[in-house]
């Protein structure tokens, strides 16, 4: 694995200080560092595992006794149902049913020093309270831009003063983060806030990237798309060359992935990750979904009526995430699986993967909206249950809301008040925002909750 690294005398890392010292807008959490730091022994056995079970088939994992007693302690799989021998007779778990359980995780009970919460972005219904253990949290923040070079062929990693570089639109990040990396061989990852409506913030990002050189670039497929179009499909930069662009968080179309590629004039890769249990796998240099078993225990994909398929629905059991495991946990995604790569790698591939697209608001005169800058709206406005985003023209919308029915009538008036100032205030320019109660159905798979009735040219 050491050959994956670049040896030290070719590194150009920089220290903390010395990114605080250019840019000192930038944020360090040193506490979730120090925190980290213990669980550097597990991480780089982890990381030999993923490179081993690069060549080498993994063997298969079953469902033990002792699997049972380590998920049994969490209210969720507490019926009788989990009495069985089998994973395969074991039912599957939804999203919906975490939604309904008062408590599907007992967190407390976990042998852990440190526990981190989070929620998910809602992308796909109400936002799931999540919890990581330690050690999981330290795999997702330090391994994934690791694991996703290594699977894209790529060695002497580790020679560029950072690793890499998240580009995110969600301005809660502030200016931006500096993720300190424990492991020896590979430098810092940076996750930066830019907005591609404002010429100062993508010259920022410009500069910061020319100066730090991040070995990969990496952002959502619609943050991306809105890039391309501010830099008229030519690269903005002089001398910066990622070595892997990467994309992840939602679909990523051939259209862009080829614009991408010839505007950075370097490789694309997707990456494929759910908030629930991280990383899950990402592309080789043939463009196949490899799914990651180094950490994940097992993959299945089921049809409508939970039969083995090949065509179907992808489920994942890991037992990881001690705070969190999941077992048959339906992802919702559709995947195709293929019989192999012609990289030669073993273990699951994917042929297609149908995910999810983000919606781009087109409001006329070159401004350009990404939904995914509203991904707080549900832990600032904690008595909404789900709303609907609906662009009717080019700078009006529809945004229906769903509340807490226990609210009186002052309170509803509040609530929907307050929503819609955090959307129009969350727009490139002042648009018309017509805020009104509706109930929903999101069990099926037809819900959006960003829509557009407008067409463009």
Same mark, same amino acid.
């Given at each position: 694995? &050491? #050959? =994956?690294?670049?040896? +030290? %005398? $070719?590194?150009?890392? @920089?220290? *903390? ?17 120090? &925190? #980290? =730091?213990?669980?550097? +022994? %597990? $991480?780089?056995?982890? @990381?030999? *595992? ?408």
């Amino acid at each position: 694995m &050491d #050959s =994956l690294f670049a040896p +030290p %005398h $070719l590194r150009r890392r @920089l220290g *903390t200080q010395e990114v605080l010292a250019r840019y000192p807008e930038l944020n360090c959490d040193d506490e979730q560092y120090e &925190d #980290s =730091l213990p669980d550097v +022994p %597990h $991480l780089h056995s982890v @990381l030999e *595992t993923f490179a081993q079970r690069l060549t080498a088939e993994t063997p298969a994992w079953e469902w033990t006794e002792a699997a049972s007693r380590q998920v049994r302690r969490h209210p969720i799989y507490a019926g009788d149902e989990y009495d069985a021998t089998d994973l395969t007779e074991l039912p599957t778990l939804t999203k919906p049913m975490l939604r309904r359980h008062p408590r599907p995780f007992d967190h407390l009970a976990e042998p852990t020093a440190v526990i981190y919460t989070d929620k998910t972005s809602g992308t796909s219904g109400a936002p799931l309270d999540l919890a990581y253990s330690q050690q999981f949290m330290s795999q997702s923040l330090y391994l994934e831009p690791i694991k996703i070079m290594m699977r894209a062929g790529l060695t002497g990693l580790g020679t560029r003063p950072v690793l890499s570089a998240f580009l995110t639109d969600n301005p809660s990040r502030g200016s931006g983060l500096i993720v300190r990396n424990p492991l020896e061989g590979v430098g810092h990852t940076l996750v930066v806030h830019i907005d591609p409506n404002d010429p100062a913030s993508l010259q920022r990002v410009g500069r910061l990237l020319e100066d730090l050189q991040p070995e990969v670039l990496s952002s959502k497929p619609n943050l991306f798309r809105m890039m391309l179009d501010r830099w008229g499909g030519r690269s903005p930069f002089v001398s910066y060359r990622p070595r892997l662009v990467v994309s992840g968080g939602a679909m990523l179309d051939d259209v862009l992935r080829h614009a991408l590629g010839a505007a950075l004039g370097s490789p694309v890769t997707s990456s494929y990750a759910i908030s629930e249990a991280g990383y899950v796998g990402s592309e080789c240099p043939h463009g196949r979904m490899h799914l990651d078993l180094s950490v994940h225990n097992r993959f299945e994909v089921i049809d409508e009526y939970g039969r083995p398929a090949t065509t179907g629905e992808l489920v994942i059991t890991t037992l990881a995430n001690s705070c969190m495991p999941l077992v048959r946990y339906r992802m919702g995604d559709t995947v195709t699986l293929a019989d192999g790569c012609r990289c030669g790698r073993p273990g699951p591939v994917l042929r297609e993967l149908r995910g999810r697209s983000t919606q781009i608001f087109d409001l006329g005169g070159g401004a350009k909206l990404s939904p995914t800058r509203y991904m707080k709206l549900f832990e600032l406005h904690p008595a909404v249950l789900e709303y609907q985003l609906t662009q009717t023209s080019d700078r009006q919308f529809r945004l229906r809301v769903e509340l807490e029915p226990d609210l009186g009538a002052a309170q509803r008036r509040e609530a929907l008040a307050a929503v819609a100032r955090y959307i129009a205030a969350g727009m490139p320019v002042p648009v018309a925002v017509d805020c009104a109660e509706q109930t929903f159905d999101t069990a099926g798979a037809k819900f959006a909750r960003f829509r557009s009735e407008v067409q463009h040219a």
